[in-house]
C-alpha cells in the first residue's frame, strides 16, 4: 500500500490546533492540565509548551511538564540523575500518603511499595526476577486465546447494533485476558476495573480527601484478593503469572527471589496495568474508528496483512498512547530543555506531547502507517523502565483490532464527541464511557 494511501486527515481524538505565540503565552499562563477541558482536549496545551516553553512550570500541579522529545529521551537515559523511584513516591497519593499508607496497613494487609517503580540497581533485580512471567514464548502462544476473547465479547453485544465501547468491549477484554494470565478463574469484573481506577488515581493528582479514601478501601480489596491468590500459589503453584513470581528466582542475585511485600506490589501492578492501558487503548481505538471512517477503511483493507495490522496498532499507539504521562524526580541540579531544575524538582514526561512533536513526526495529527519512523513513539516509555509487557500489550491491540473490523462496520458516535469525559487524572488519557453505533458485516 503506498504511502499516499494510508494518510488519513480529518477529526482526530485530540483536537489539533495552531498556537500563536501571542495565545499560546497566554495559554500557558493561565492553563494546567489539572483542568478538565485541557485535559480532555490538551493538543493546544501541548503545542504551546514545545514552543514557548518546553519544561514547563504547571503551578496547579506542582510539576515540570516535560513536553519535547529529545528531553524525554535524555531523561530516559539517565534513571540516576531522573529517578523514577522518588518521582513516584512523591505522586502517590499526594498530599494524603500518611493517611492512605495508615489504611492500608490496617485494612489492606501491609501497605506495598511498587517495586518495578524502582532505581538502578534494585530495578535491575526486579525485572530480571518478572522476565520469565512476559517470556517470548508464553506471549506467542496467547493469540488464540485472546482471539476467542475478543470474539465471544463481541458476540455479547453485536446482534444490538450499539454499545458502550469501554464497559461492552475493552474492559471485559483486558480483564478476561489478565486473569487469564494471573490464573484467577472466579472474579467481578467490575470490582476489578473499579480497583484499577483506585490504583490510577493514586498517580492521577487529581483526587480529593474523600476521595481518596475510597480509592484507598478498594485497593484493600484488591491487594486481601490477590494476596489469597498468593498464598495458594505458595502451596500450589500452577502455569500462570501468579506463580511465576511467587516462586520467581533469578540465580547470580544476591537475592535471588522476591519477598512476598515485593511479589504482592508486582501481582498489583500486572493486574492494574495488564487491563487498565490497553483497555484504554481498544477504547481510543473505537473512538477514532467512529469518527475517522477514513482510519475504518485503512484498518479493513490492513487486517488480513499482518505487516500492515502492525502498522495500524503502532499509530494509533502514537497519535492516542494510553499512558500520557509518568513521573520522575531530580537528584541533583540539572539543566534540561533550557531551563535550569534544583534538585528535588518533580517531572512528567509528557509521552502523549513527545508523540505529536511537528518536527520529530510531521503531520502528527494524520493517522499515517506508512511513517518511516513509526517505532520511536514513546509510548511504551523508554530505556531501563521500558514497558515489560508492551508485547502482549501489542497482541492484544492488534487481535482485538483484527476482530472488530472483520464483524463491525459503519462506526458512529451516539453522542456528541464534546460530550465524551474523561478520567480525572493526569497519567492517562481515559475515556469513562463511549457510547457507539455500528453495522454487523455481513
Known sequence: MAAAETQVTGPAPREAGQCPAAQGSALLGSASLTDPAISAQPTAYYDAMQALDPVHYDEKLRMYLVSRYEDIQTVQRDPITYSVEHGYKAQYAAG?????????????????????????PYHTRIRKLMDNAFSAHRVRQLEPLIETIVRETIEGFIDRGECDG????????????ICEQLGIDVYDADKIQRWSIAVTQQIGRMQ???????NARDICDLQNFLIAHMRDREANPREDMISDLVHARAE??????????EAVSLVRALMIAGNETTATAMSNMLYILATQPEVAELLKESADDDRLLSRFVEELLRIEPPVRGLSRMTTRPVE???RSLPEGAHLLLMYASANDQQD?????????MERSNLGRHVSFGGGSHRCIGLSL??????????????RMEDFRLTVPAGDLKYLPTVATHSIECLPIAFSKRA
Open 166 to 177: 469501554v464497559k461492552d468491549f475493552a474492559v471485559p477484554v483486558t480483564i478476561r485476558v
Open 360 to 368: 520529530v513526526f510531521p503531520c502528527p495529527r494524520t493517522f499515517d
Open 336 to 338: 534540561l530543555g533550557g
Open 393 to 406: 500489550a501489542r497482541m492484544e491491540i492488534r487481535v482485538a483490532a483484527r476482530e472488530v473490523i472483520r
Open 252 to 261: 547470580g542475585e544476591d537475592n535471588p527471589t522476591l519477598a512476598f511485600g
Open 96 to 120: 494524603f500518603f500518611e493517611e492512605f499508607q495508615q489504611i492500608l496497613e490496617r485494612d489492606g494487609q501491609g501497605y506495598f511499595p511498587d517495586a518495578i517503580m524502582s532505581d538502578p
Open 208 to 214: 480529593n480527601r474523600e476521595q481518596m479514601i475510597a
